[in-house]
Antibody, heavy 116, light 108 residues
């Protein structure tokens, strides 16, 4: 069974940093691209970032470019999202999802709240 | 960036009735459209990809159609578990893969 488990969310002040992790199981992590998708409270879905299976190709939404960094450790079956210079508008549930463009497998999400 | 516009924002339907949800792309996305269902407190669930291909395990009452800029998700006979929010997504012009704002299907 494919499982994706995010962690690392929480309350952070504007300008602060947070690192999200996503541990996966049930499939060969190193064979799949991975992505982060977020959802602000009561709002729709927004693609945030994507990374190729090897980590050699990385993509970001314009809204997070220069502030967020996606990475992966294939030896640990783990995907990361380093979030710096956080803003109120980054408040959202962050989902780890398998694949680059169409998302069959989702984590349960981790809530990031940016507030003073 | 391609904008995906869904209509209506809310659809009131009785159980057993047919529901038709629309999604329009700001420019052609060929057939590179997916549909997701989301229930409160849950992650989205993939229903349809390639505009019309059902994902594994998705009931046949869900069907997708369209190409270019106009797309439709049809639920042929609404079941109680189908009341949820539905999102379309284009992945033809990626990144980013943009989502529509969602259509809430509620009980009439």
């Amino acid at each position: 069974e494919v499982q994706l488990l995010e962690s690392g969310g929480g309350l952070v002040q504007p300008g602060g940093s947070l690192r999200l992790s996503c541990v996966v199981s049930g499939f060969t992590f190193s064979s799949y691209a991975m992505s982060w998708v977020r959802q602000a409270p009561g709002r729709g879905l927004e693609w945030v970032s994507g990374i190729s299976d090897s980590g050699g190709r990385i993509y970001y939404a314009d809204s997070v470019k220069g502030r967020f960094t996606v990475s992966r450790d294939n030896s640990k079956n783990t995907l990361y999202l380093q979030m710096n210079s956080l803003r109120a508008e980054d408040t959202a549930v962050y989902y780890c999802v398998r694949d680059r463009m169409v998302y069959l497998h989702w984590g349960q999400g981790t809530l990031v709240t940016v507030s003073s | 960036e391609i904008v995906m516009t869904q209509s209506p924002a809310t659809l009131s339907v009785s159980p057993g009735e047919r529901a038709t949800l629309s999604c329009r792309a700001s420019q052609s996305v060929s057939s590179d459209v997916a549909w997701y269902q989301q229930k409160p407190g849950q992650a989205p669930r993939l229903l349809i990809y390639g505009a019309s291909t059902r994902a594994t395990g998705i009931p046949v009452r869900f069907s997708g159609s369209g190409s270019g800029t106009e797309f439709t998700l049809t639920i042929s006979s609404l079941q109680s578990e189908d009341f949820a929010v539905y999102y379309c997504q284009q992945y033809n012009n990626w990144p980013p893969g943009t989502f529509g704002q969602g259509t809430k299907v509620e009980t009439k």
